[in-house]
């Protein structure tokens, strides 16, 4: 009988473990427009200078999303990252305030994407994808994630 009570048990619990995780995942998108992005969150010191740093691909649909504590003044490079990138900076209030395309850096020093405005959140997605899709600077993003 306890053994029945805690297979029970057992089940629910990894029941609202899965439904937990299969909800995160439907939030963790940016939408601009029709567009919408998969993204990764880094949110953190260590996991922003990592960033997309040593992969090889990136989905079409598919993103990293940068989140800072704060508005501010946020520049990056592109050392030891392989994928051409499109940097979408966003303001606090969702709009975008620039985009920029990157290259890998091939050679040190590296060049520094910097952009006009204070930003609190980065949207990187492929470099071209912004163009293509008509991705433009005041445009809205749209997210649980972004407040």
Not at 21 to 46: A, H, L, M, T
Not at 101 to 129: Q, R, W
Request: hydrophobic share 40%.
């Amino acid at each position: 009988m306890k053994l029945k009570i805690l297979i029970i048990i057992g089940v629910v619990i990894l029941t609202l473990i899965s439904i937990r995780f299969i909800s995160k995942d439907e939030s963790e998108r940016v939408c601009i427009g029709n567009n919408c992005f998969n993204v990764e969150v880094v949110d953190n010191p260590q996991t922003r200078e990592k960033g997309l740093m040593f992969r090889e691909s990136l989905d079409l649909d598919n993103g990293m999303l940068f989140i800072f504590e704060n508005e501010g003044n946020y520049s990056f490079w592109m050392k030891n990252t392989l994928i051409p990138l499109d940097m979408i900076w966003i303001d606090s209030s969702g709009r975008i305030i620039d985009i920029k395309e990157a290259d890998p850096c091939k050679f040190d020093p590296c060049t520094i994407y910097s952009h006009a405005g204070y930003a609190k959140y980065v949207l990187e997605i492929n470099k071209g994808v912004s163009k293509n899709l008509g991705i433009e600077i005041g445009q809205l993003a749209k997210s649980d994630l972004i407040v």
